[in-house]
């Protein structure tokens, strides 16, 4: 059974670092076309695709966000984390996690649940 | 940059049958043979239900099928049901190995 789900702060302030993790099992990030992505959907708006890290950790981020982006994997732990610097208000959304395996295409099978982060002061 | 225009808003009485487009603009859009949709209901995570334009994920309704023509990908959902209230995503994979994400298209059964 495949499962991800996403911790991390649920507040935190303009110009910090958020630090997001992605925990999964049910399947392994050693496993050939294996990849996890990171998508945000603010409050009442459109999902946004940030970034995905493959299992040879190959990364791509979002280029309108590469700058503030880094993604990484321990693979031991079956955890995939993203970070995020220099947060700003309209960084609150929702943040989600989501599986590719490109034997199979190119669409997020499955999902974790969601963390909502919200920037203030 | 590309982008994946789709309606804001479609609606139907219960039975009919609706087409959600999501037409591509920009070069970096693979063919719309990467196409996937998704069903978000509200609070909830996205659910996978068409990928590769026109495949059906395990466990999907067949009222839910989808095509494509030139830059423009279409979902229709026939036999529509209350439970199909939601909103519907496209995206694409890009030629630069990122994604792009359609504005989303709210479904209302009337």
């Known amino acids: 059974q495949v499962t991800l789900r996403e911790s991390g702060p649920a507040l935190v302030k303009p110009t910090q670092t958020l630090t997001l993790t992605c925990t999964f099992s049910g399947f392994s990030l050693r496993t050939s076309g294996m990849s996890i992505n990171w998508i945000r959907q603010p409050p009442g708006k459109a999902l946004e695709w940030l970034a995905r890290?493959?299992?040879?950790?190959?990364?791509f981020y979002n280029p309108s966000l590469k700058p503030r982006l880094t993604i990484s994997k321990d693979t031991s732990k079956n955890q995939v984390v993203l970070t995020v610097t220099t947060l700003d208000p309209v960084d609150t959304a929702a943040y989600f996690c989501a599986r590719t395996h490109h034997i199979d295409g190119y669409h997020f099978d499955y999902w974790g649940q969601g963390a909502p982060v919200t920037v203030s002061s | 940059q590309s982008a994946l225009t789709q309606p804001a808003s479609v609606s139907g009485s219960p039975g009919q049958s609706i087409t959600i487009s999501c037409t591509a603009t920009?070069?970096?859009?693979?063919?719309?043979?990467?196409v996937s949709w998704y069903q978000q209901h509200p609070g909830k995570a996205p659910k996978l239900i068409l990928h590769?334009?026109?495949n059906r994920p395990s466990g999907i309704s067949n009222r839910f099928s989808g095509s494509k023509s030139g830059n423009t990908a279409s979902l229709t959902i026939s036999g529509l049901q209350a439970e199909d209230e939601a909103d519907y995503y496209c995206?694409?994979?890009?030629?630069?190995?990122?994604?792009?994400f359609g504005s989303g298209t709210k479904v209302t059964v009337l």
């Open positions: 590769g334009v026109t």
């Open positions: 995206t694409s994979y890009t030629s630069r190995n990122t994604y792009v």
């Open positions: 920009g070069s970096d859009v693979h063919d719309h043979n990467y």
């Open positions: 890290i493959d299992w040879d950790d190959d990364k």
